[in-house]
């Protein structure tokens, strides 16, 4: 991987377990709905938000690189359903953002991050509704795409171009750093880019196109860059 001159990094299960802070996010909003809209709480539990979020998702494939706006739509049919105020939608929706960004980054991702933005230029790019500058690593990253604004996701090529653009790096120079091998690998490998899937359950690769190289953790991509460019 020579010439790497810049890197995209995905953020849900690559910098953090992100399924433990979504089911926290939905019991501690749940139990918000209960005090406050009680009808509800008396007739859906936690589980029922992502149901009713995954309905949203089947019902407006228009929405579905936009995870925020998913959530926001489901808890307004909710509160419709029920006979409130549409409008607190909003509310709820930037609640559950609060408690999304609690989260735990791995024990690695700090070290790899400062050693990383030390070498290159790093972006953010995601599928999720994540933003590094409410976690404290913001100023690891030159800058972040979001599918909400990029109005694609990934493995949608645009997404990784508009990364290389953000980095000002022709994309046979980037490398993309994630865990998902559709969405991540075989993705920004489709759009020019080099990439490293970040296994960190020691999964086996079960597709034909495989990656220019996997590492279990973030430490290990940083040895494994360790001599590029040098």
């Not at 972006?123 to 604004?149: E, K, P």
């Not at 490398?175 to 899937?197: C, F, K, S, T």
Request: hydrophobic content about 40%.
């Amino acid at each position: 991987m020579k010439r790497i001159q810049a890197i995209s990094l995905d953020l849900d299960d690559t910098l953090w377990a992100i399924w433990p802070v979504i089911d926290r996010a939905e019991a501690v909003l749940h139990q918000h709905i209960c005090e406050t809209f009680p009808l509800i709480g008396q007739n859906h539990d936690a589980q029922d938000l992502r149901r009713l979020r995954n309905d949203v998702h089947q019902s407006r494939p228009d929405l579905s690189h936009d995870l925020t706006e998913l959530r926001r739509v489901s808890f307004e049919r909710l509160l419709s359903q029920y006979g409130y105020d549409p409008q607190a939608s909003h509310d709820l929706v930037g609640r559950f953002l609060e408690l999304r960004h609690d989260v735990t980054l791995y024990p690695d991702v700090v070290p790899a991050l400062s050693a990383l933005s030390k070498r290159f230029a790093v972006v953010a790019v995601s599928n999720g509704n994540a933003d590094v500058s409410r976690l404290g690593i913001g100023s690891y990253f030159r800058g972040q795409i979001s599918a909400s604004t990029a109005g694609v996701k990934k493995p949608d090529r645009r997404i990784f171009h508009m990364a290389c653009e953000l980095l000002k790096t022709d994309p046979a120079h980037v490398l993309h750093v994630g865990d998902h091998p559709l969405e991540d690998v075989i993705g920004a490998q489709q759009a020019g880019l080099r990439a490293v899937w970040v296994n960190r359950n020691g999964d086996d690769w079960a597709h034909d196109e495989i990656p220019h190289a996997e590492v279990h953790d973030l430490a290990q991509l940083v040895e494994v860059l360790a001599g590029v460019n040098r």
